[in-house]
């Protein structure tokens, strides 16, 4: 076996258990360690006089210990350990808290490194807990890790050490040709990797990062642009007539200017040489599954099978409900299909789908299971996109001959990133929301004006409207979230909302209680839902106003805006309440934005801001691979540099077989590896 495959429990030092420790970082083999990059670093390669020492800032010290540790027994299980050092001009006094062990090392006479943030006052220094080397061992500077439970960052280190010995020959295989080095000014891969986990300088830290982010995005790249060349087949779907003027005749209100653009754009895809790919981003609440009808029906009408595909139940029964009912009076036969369903019901409609009696599918992930046949598929729609992961994205496409794809997502994303994220798709926006909505009225209150709230919401109610309460959001895990969920709704059952018809709807349900609990929100006999955040996504109740999110700071603020986006669908006046306690500065900022605009891409864009682009590309719903090293608020220039380079190693050689890129191809199909079953070919 190559060490680069060899499990980590084989690894000198590891073992069983450990292995299973690292494993929940994300490394399992030897090899993985390589692209385990730290977190950030320990600088001991410049050290800092003990007079000019920053205060509050990790630096490095180097002195001489003056005594050895003196013990001072504050209480029973806690021991200070303290000694002076010196650095030959001043000195400073060093504090361990019930370190013994690291005590017990420290020699009088002795040179050591001391790395840790000085405090004290202008007549003493002093550094608590500092970790301790002894001078003799270098300067350099040191990686930090990620740690997790039994895992420290020195440990690792020691792995780190240890792998790059027994992939010492691996390393000269270098993805990246000579010649994109060459022209991109980038160091060997050997060199990269080497510093960037024990940096020699701060200059060869910067070089190894350069490079390594190159190759990262520059993978990244070639990938989302042979997505995209994928669907340069031609159009085997052909919509030949326009049937929107029909639609619109179905339509009991009239299309905004931007959905009527949208839809323009949509079936002129369609009707063009290439099959459609196109992202439609709006706001909630602009108007997309109208938008979407539209295109099925031009789509059923020219003799094609169309399927809608949604992230919950909830929602693909919602679509089913009403397009159901605005498009079956036309003729177009709608079909429902969830993994819930019962097996007769599921083959029944399996059977009409296949044999083409149903026009319009509609479902959930279901839809992209093997079963799932259809006689004549020409185009897949997926709403709320960020759900689904282009791997999914594929498989469904993969189920007709290049039906057309339409992917609407409600989550704003700046263009440039959308450029990214989306690089394979074209791109439309409906920036207008239908008239006669009144903005939402949102306001951030203390938890100690709970009550104010809920006797808000009681006034609401006795004049027949209906709300929705979001419950805390626990960040343990799907198993507390929802013993916090129950709890929480027994609260209020028993407490501010004694009386009051109350339902509780959460991710854990069986989709058939889900089903019970929203239908009857639907029709009133439920006045309070209290709910997880499975109503982010697309549940349309318009007599429903009124919005209150407990915990508020811990949800994202597009997260929020989609929360606050069930409320304002009617024509009565809505209000979001945002409960939170948070203290600092930027978290109270982040509200105020909510609180200021209901413009979705303003909020997306202070998102940004605030928090950088990070947070888009680690939350994964793009479905995108996550990215390792590259941060896109520090690296959008070599994003640049790399996606030139992608286009122009793809024009060079398309199918990448010369030997230069053979290596680059198999990184390629690595980092997309679940794309489908037809991979990226
Ligand atoms: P989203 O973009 O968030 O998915 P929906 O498609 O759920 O929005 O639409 C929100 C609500 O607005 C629905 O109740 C829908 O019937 C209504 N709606 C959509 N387009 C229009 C329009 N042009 N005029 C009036 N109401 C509309
Ligand atoms: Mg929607």
Known sequence: MCAFDMPLR??????????????????????DLLHFFPRSYEDWSVIVPIQDAPYGQPCCVKGTALAAPTENRIRKGLSLYKFTVSDGISTMKVILFNNKYAAAKVKTGQEYLFFGQVGGDFTHREMSSPLIEPASDGQCIRPIYRQTEGINTRFIENCMAKALEL?????????????????????????????????????????????????????????????????RSSNSAVIEDDFTSDFLNLLPFKLTAAQSRTMAECIRDMQG????????????????????????????????????????????????????????PSGVKVGLLTGSMMVAEKRRILEALSAGEINLIIGTHALLSEGVTFNRLGLVITDEQH??????????????????????????????????????????????????????????????????????????????????????????????????????FDKLAEGSFKGYKLGLLHGRMKPSEKDQIM??????????????????????????????????????????????GRVGRGKHRSTCILISDAQNQEAKRRLKVLCSTNDGFRIADEDLKLRGPGDFFGSRQHGLPALKIADLTEDMQLLR???????????????????????????????????GEQGLN
Do not use: W
């Open 10 to 31: 084989f690894l000198k030092g590891v073992g069983e258990r450990r292995a299973e420790q690292l494993s929940r970082l994300g490394v399992f083999y030897v090899g």
């Open 167 to 231: 992939l010492d020959k691996e390393l000269d295989d270098d993805p990246l040709p000579a010649k994109i080095r060459q022209q991109y000014e980038l160091c060997t891969r050997r060199f990269a990797i080497e510093n960037i986990h024990f940096p020699t300088d701060s200059g060869a830290l910067a070089i190894s990062r350069k490079r390594l982010v190159f190759e990262e995005l520059l993978i990244l790249q070639i990938g989302l642009l042979k997505l995209k060349s994928r669907s």
């Open 273 to 328: 040489e290439r099959p459609m790919n196109r992202l439609v981003q709006g706001d909630v609440g602009s108007g997309k599954t109208a938008v979407a009808a539209g295109v099925a029906f031009s789509a059923v009408k020219n003799g094609f099978q169309a399927a809608l595909m949604a992230p919950t139940e909830i929602l693909a029964e919602q679509h089913a409900r009403s397009l159901t009912a605005l498009l079956e």
């Open 387 to 488: 759900r689904f992961g282009v791997s999914q994205r594929a498989t469904l496409a993969a189920k007709g001959l290049n039906p057309h794809l339409l992917v609407m997502s409600a989550t704003p994303i700046p263009r440039t990133l959308a450029l990214i994220f989306y690089g394979d798709l074209d791109i439309s926006i409906l920036d207008e929301l239908p008239p006669g909505r009144t903005p939402v009225e949102t306001y951030a209150i203390g938890s100690d004006k709970r009550e104010r709230a809920f006797n808000y919401i009681k006034k609401h109610i006795a004049e027949g409207r209906q709300a929705y309460i979001v419950c805390p959001l626990v960040e343990n895990g799907e198993e507390t979230d929802l013993a916090s969920a129950t709890e929480y």
């Open 519 to 564: 239908k009857a929100f639907i029709h009133n006999e439920i006045s309070i839902l209290i709910s997880t955040t499975v109503i982010e996504v697309g549940v349309d109740v318009p007599n429903a106003v009124l919005m209150v999110i407990e915990n508020a700071e811990r949800f994202g603020l597009a997260q929020l805006h989609q929360l606050r």
């Open 641 to 675: 540099l790399a996606q030139d380079a992608a286009r122009q190693v793809l024009q060079e050689d398309p199918d990448m077989k010369h030997p230069d890129y053979i290596a680059l191809s198999g990184e390629v199909q690595k980092l997309f590896e679940n794309v």
